[in-house]
């Protein structure tokens, strides 16, 4: 995809994979190859991931990371300059729970970028893992220009 061409949302319904390769990949792969600069690739991916869709609300971000295999997200406080979500999934409590170190920066770089095209200004994402209650907690913080 070379030239800026926007996807609809709605392609995600076409696609499915179980999941466990792509786990495999992103937290045994990457790392050996990229060693420490895996969490940042992986944010910038998913920032790059998230240019390619045409997001109208949150509504249709809360779809792509259902679609996308990483669990229900929802939105649970906005402020004026910060937008919390919460992320919680089957699939998040055996990636919590498995031996791998596991990360969200993925996620966080596509909310990052998903929130940003919505509000129409730049925005930055972080994650909290909260692994007694398999919850993923992502604060996305607008800046200014």
């Given amino acids: 995809m070379s030239k800026k061409q926007e996807l609809p949302v709605t392609l ?3 696609l499915y994979t179980a999941g ?9 792969g990457l790392p050996d190859v990229f060693g420490n600069q895996a969490n940042a690739l992986l944010y ?3 920032k790059n991931m998230a240019r390619k869709f045409d997001f109208q609300s949150i509504s249709d971000i809360v779809y792509a990371f259902e679609k996308l295999g990483w669990g229900n997200l929802e939105l649970v406080k ?3 300059n910060e937008l919390t979500f919460q992320l919680m999934a089957d699939a998040i409590v055996y990636r919590l729970n498995s031996p791998l ?3 969200f920066r993925l996620e966080a770089g ?3 970028e998903s929130v940003s095209h919505i509000k129409q200004r730049p925005c930055e994402c ?7 209650i398999h919850q993923i ?3 996305a913080i607008l800046t200014d220009y």
């Fill in 44 to 46: 910038f991916m998913g």
């Fill in 126 to 132: 972080e994650e909290e893992i909260h692994k007694k």
């Fill in 137 to 139: 907690e992502f604060t």
């Fill in 20 to 28: 466990a390769g792509y786990d495999i990949i992103r937290y045994v």
């Fill in 110 to 112: 596509f909310l990052s």
């Fill in 78 to 80: 906005e402020k004026k």
């Fill in 12 to 14: 995600l319904e076409e």
């Fill in 101 to 103: 170190e596991t990360e």
